[in-house]
């Protein structure tokens, strides 16, 4: 697996493990939230 | 507790828009201080996810309150721990979190923070407390997967929890989406106190620029739709104010001002209100309040003397505290009565006022319960407006 930073990685977990909520708009809004978290901590 | 879930929104509301309401609203601020009421730890929570609605419920079946500021833990020391960070850990109580000053950033890299926020943030600075995202592509993999899972899982049970208050206690929950200064993004998670301090002298230029580069981010996590046209009244959106009170007016118009009316003003065109805790004191930043729109904002006043802020700002803001944490602690239940009979003598008439205490809740001797829930029985049955 080529080297891979943060945000492509979180890029691709919004889509394998957001699948559970309705729209690409849902997911991305809980991915913000995800990140503000990463951030705080 | 025969009062409906409705009627104490509604309460909330009519006080909020400077119009009498039936009685005076109770606002309950607990954060941690439920876990040790309910004599919990936050190790059995990190074992029984379930076990934080348990707790954070448990003042409620004692304590009257209109409303709750927050439910369930925000700072949670799993989550850190599962990116390898040491930013939030459990004291030694076992039920309190501590918070160790989180400044990652350096002063020589404004520029790149300035450049390109997100690429900063996540893919350089990030990596110097979350210890466990240095790793391989596969490690780092995993290290955002099960955070991502914990985060899955917390949002899961705070859902479960307001459902709870609300159905089986009637309690709503105010805070509901969060509008997060842009500078205080740099002051809690990047530059820390000292850093902003020497910066807000020496790098005011960068300072400046690297808050309007952070403007973006606070919008995206406040979570509005740009294309909407309106938000609920109700819950508030809400902002934990913590670099204000070291800033001078000057430096507070300059900085923190700009971005943060332009996040808070979409909020108020669609509708929504906004509840702001002012933490340290705001008395020299009254042209502030009195400068948001009339019935817009709830202040919750912690370090400031709520009788002034009540003559300075009080017609233009609705003002939430009063209730010394002190007092509730050491005071007698009669004199705490006493004391509570004041602030709503003095700042209820009218309106524009909710009954709390003056700091949150965080410790299990914080306060003397039987004075906490003296002082609400009173404030609930005594502040009638008529």
Known sequence: MEDKTVLEILDELKETELQFLPNDEAREGFMTIVKFMLLAI | ?386
Not at chain 2, 126 to 138: F, I, M, P
Not at chain 2, 196 to 216: G, V
Not at chain 2, 361 to 374: F, P
Request: aromatic share 10%.
């Open chain 2, 1 to 386: 507790m025969s009062d409906s879930y409705q009627e104490r929104i509604d309460r909330i509301l009519t006080t909020v828009n400077h119009k009498e309401p039936d009685k005076v609203p109770i606002l309950s601020m607990f954060g941690t201080y439920a876990i040790g009421y309910a004599n919990g730890t936050l190790a059995e929570i990190e074992k029984d996810p379930r076990k934080e609605i348990e707790y954070f419920c448990a003042p409620h079946k004692d304590i009257y309150s209109d409303a709750t500021l927050t439910s369930g833990i925000i700072a949670d020391p799993l989550t850190a721990r599962t990116v390898g960070s040491e930013s939030y850990f459990a004291s030694e109580d076992g039920q309190t979190i501590q918070n160790k000053e989180n400044a990652p950033m350096l002063d020589s890299e404004y520029a790149k923070l300035i450049a390109d926020p997100m690429d900063f943030i996540f893919n350089e600075m990030l990596q110097r407390k979350a210890k466990k995202l240095v790793g391989t592509t596969e490690e780092k993999h995993e290290v955002l997967k099960a955070m991502i899972n914990r985060v899955i899982t917390k949002g899961a049970i705070a859902t479960e929890l307001k459902e709870i208050l609300k159905n089986e206690y009637n309690v709503p929950v105010l805070a509901g989406g969060y509008a997060y200064a842009a500078m205080d993004i740099v002051f809690d998670y990047m530059r820390g106190f000292k850093g902003i301090s020497l910066d807000l002298r020496r790098r005011k230029d960068e300072l400046e620029a690297a808050i309007n580069a952070l403007y973006d981010f606070s919008n995206k996590f406040m979570g509005i739709d740009p294309t909407s046209t309106s938000v609920p009244e109700f819950p508030f959106y809400a902002t934990m104010m913590h670099v204000p009170t070291f800033l001078s007016p000057k430096q507070f118009d300059r900085f923190f001002a700009p971005t943060y009316e332009k996040l808070i003003k979409q909020i108020y065109e669609r509708g929504g209100k906004l509840i702001i805790f002012l933490e340290g004191e705001w008395n020299n930043k009254s042209e502030f309040l009195n400068s948001l729109p009339k019935d817009f904002a709830i202040g919750i006043v912690e370090g400031d003397d709520i009788f002034e802020m009540k003559k300075k700002v009080g017609d233009n803001i609705t003002l939430a505290g009063g209730m010394p944490v002190n007092l509730l602690q050491f005071g007698k239940k009669q004199e705490c009565i006493d004391y509570a009979k004041k602030v709503v003598d003095e700042c209820a008439p009218g309106g524009g006022y909710i009954f709390t205490s003056n700091r949150e809740l965080i410790s299990k001797g914080d306060v003397n319960k039987e004075n906490l829930i003296a002082v609400n029985n009173f404030v609930h049955n005594y502040g009638v407006y008529k």
